[in-house]
């Protein structure tokens, strides 16, 4: 059974920076595209990025060039470099596959952007 574990959110000023980690247990992250999605109050879960298999990254407009998404082929870790926060970016962040949401979703972990 595949288990995903977010960590690394909390409370940070505009303009800060979080690393967010999720450790995936059960499968392979090399084995599928992983992306890490967000949940703002109020609102449904939306894709944030995604990694194919071969590396290639992709983000949502609002986060080009201020997020990164990699993973650590060895520790079966996806991670989520976020820079230069805003208020919107306020959500609880979850770790999936993608397009395709394979497993049951992880406790999330909460990001708060706020002075």
């Not at 977010?6 to 505009?14: D, F, H, I, K, M």
């Not at 990025?49 to 996806?78: K, L, M, P, W």
């Not at 609880?92 to 394979?102: D, E, G, K, R």
Request: net charge negative.
């Amino acid at each position: 059974q595949v288990q995903l574990v977010e960590s690394g959110g909390g409370l940070v000023q505009p303009g800060g920076s979080l690393k967010l980690s999720c450790e995936v247990s059960g499968t392979r992250v090399s084995y599928h595209r992983m992306a890490w999605y967000r949940q703002r109050p109020g609102e449904e879960r939306d894709l944030v990025a995604h990694i194919f298999r071969d590396g290639t990254e992709v983000y949502v407009d609002s986060v080009q060039g201020r997020f990164t998404i990699s993973r650590d082929r060895d520790n079966n870790i996806v991670y989520l470099q976020m820079n230069r926060l805003q208020p919107e970016d306020t959500a609880v962040y979850y770790c999936n596959s993608y397009p395709a949401q394979l497993f049951d979703w992880g406790q999330g972990t909460q990001v708060t952007v706020s002075s």
